[in-house]
């Protein structure tokens, strides 16, 4: 156990409908990053944040995608509209900022769309 | 564009042999590389880290080395346990923190 949460670990939904994915960092943790990760390939990047401030999106993360971290601690991800090619494991990351700081890891949210 | 990739997709390994899991990056900004182990059904976990002023690096069963004249890492793990069955991926750590992983290599151990 890293330190990291992600909840749900697990979401089936029907395509077309939105699902809303939370995590929660290392507490002493203000970088917090969100992946995604298909069978066989490495976790991609989707979205960091610094604190409370989104600082990099990356162009998977197309406009049915939307995260927050409100207060600087936990964060969100949603996704509206949800396509089959939404079908993934979506990691959250949390590290301490510094550059060259590693990065640790929740379970992930496996999300099945139908 | 920006990539780090792996020689071999899979590798299996006698229980108590050696294993050498190699990568290639292509970004010579990247200073920091960092080798994470995934088991099925659960997120990265951190193995070892190297930055790009070093050569090699030990930690406990498992060593890392970086030679940045080819792009090259590899992760050595001593004395393979069935433990250590699972995907393993090399990431490289870009300018602005963004940290990139490559495809990963699958270890199977043979007890």
């Known amino acids: 156990d890293t330190g990291v949460s992600q909840d749900p670990r697990h979401k089936i939904t029907k395509r077309g409908q939105n699902v809303t994915f939370r995590c929660d960092p290392i507490?002493?943790?203000?970088?917090l990053y969100w992946y995604r990760q298909t069978l066989g390939q490495g976790p991609e990047f989707l979205t960091y944040?610094?604190?409370?401030?989104?600082?990099?999106k990356s162009r998977l993360l197309s406009d049915r995608f939307s995260a927050e971290r409100p207060k600087g601690s936990f964060s969100t991800l949603e996704i509206q509209r949800t396509e089959q090619g939404d079908s993934a494991m979506y990691l959250c990351?949390?590290?301490?900022?510094?550059?060259?700081?590693?990065?640790?890891f929740g379970p992930g949210t496996r999300l099945l769309v139908l | 564009g920006e990539s780090v990739g792996l020689h071999l997709p899979t590798l299996s390994v006698q229980e108590g042999d050696n294993s050498i899991i190699n990568c290639a990056y292509s970004?010579?900004?990247?200073?920091?590389f960092i080798w994470y182990k995934q088991e099925s059904g659960k997120g990265p976990q951190f193995i070892i880290d190297?930055?790009?002023?070093?050569d090699k690096r030990q930690g406990q069963r498992v060593t890392v080395l970086l030679n940045k004249t080819v792009k090259h890492l590899s992760l050595q793990i001593a004395a393979t346990q069935p433990g250590d069955s699972a995907v393993y991926f090399c990431a490289e750590n870009i300018p602005l923190g963004k940290v990139i992983f490559g495809p990963g290599t699958s270890l199977s151990v043979i007890p």
């Open positions: 190297i930055r790009s002023n070093m």
């Open positions: 507490s002493e943790h203000n970088r």
């Open positions: 990351a949390s590290s301490s900022g510094q550059r060259g700081e590693t990065q640790y």
């Open positions: 944040f610094q604190n409370e401030a989104q600082l990099e």
């Open positions: 970004n010579s900004a990247s200073d920091y």
